[in-house]
């Protein structure tokens, strides 16, 4: 693989011409490189040395940039083998909802997804308690898996109100995502959310790449709008490569 090369002379000083410091530059393309695709998790990384010729840096200017990705989990090192790009964890927003989609292109990545399934279907009690229908009501009910660079990182299993989102079934899911469908149909009035682990079932872990049984992280959403009931979201991540986070 060819390396990205610069003049010794405009990287000898801690600041380049456009104020940036190098051993954020250093970061940049180390974190470039992972998110184009060029190096894949487990991959070993150039040598501090190498990094070093590459740059025309210091090594400590070097060592800053790696000491850094690895403590924000971008790469490991492995005791007198190298350093490796680590395993990377897909990250998700709890407080705000938002698009997957966005997310991912936020991370510099290729978002895609997948239709397994869309139609009406008639709610199973449970259900329709939970959407505060009768029993009996008619949903909308779509699954679909969301990859990050051909990686997938979700399976969206959804139900909606025909109410909220009338032409929910006429959407091209491949184009848009149902959030950002469901944002214009029926726009947030609120939201509640649990989260647990729980082992992948068994038809949910062929779409995510992984073996039955293995650990996920299953976040159930409900959201409402205009007073109803919109939708109610069962997603499924990998644990391995998911963490939510939030503030407030």
């Known amino acids: 693989m060819p ?11 801690p600041i380049t011409q456009d104020s940036t410091p190098i051993f954020q ?30 740059f025309g840096v210091s ?6 940039a790696v000491r850094e990705l ?6 490991t090192r492995r005791q007198g083998s190298g350093t490796y790009v680590a395993p990377q964890k897909y990250q998700a927003t709890l407080v705000e909802i938002r698009n997957i989609a966005d997310e991912i292109r936020a991370r510099g990545r290729a978002h895609r997804s997948h239709l397994r399934l869309l139609r009406a279907e008639i709610a199973t009690d449970e259900l329709a ?14 699954i679909i898996v969301h990859f990050e660079n ?16 009338p032409r929910y079934l006429d959407q091209d899911f491949s184009a848009i995502t149902p959030n950002e469908h469901l944002m214009a149909a029926a726009p ?19 779409m ?14 409900r959201t409402t709008s205009g007073g109803r009931v919109a939708s109610v979201a069962t997603m499924w991540h990998p644990g391995h490569l998911t963490r939510f986070t939030g503030s407030v």
């Open 3 to 13: 390396l990205q090369t610069f003049p010794e002379s405009s990287l000898e000083e």
């Open 188 to 206: 947030l009035q609120g939201a509640s959310y649990t989260i647990e682990a729980q082992p992948a079932p068994g038809e949910v872990a062929p």
């Open 70 to 75: 690895t403590a924000e989990q971008v790469l």
């Open 129 to 142: 308690a939970e959407f505060e229908l009768a029993p009996g009501a008619t949903l909308y009910h779509s």
């Open 25 to 54: 530059r250093i970061k940049d393309y180390l974190v470039g490189e992972i998110a184009s695709g060029r190096w894949k998790e487990g991959d070993l990384v150039p040598s501090e040395q190498a990094l070093v010729r590459q």
């Open 150 to 165: 051909d990686v997938p990182i979700q399976v969206e299993d959804r139900w909606v109100n025909p109410e909220c989102a």
């Open 59 to 64: 090594r400590m200017t070097v060592n800053r």
């Open 208 to 221: 995510l790449a992984i073996g039955e049984g293995q650990p996920c992280l299953l976040l159930h959403r």
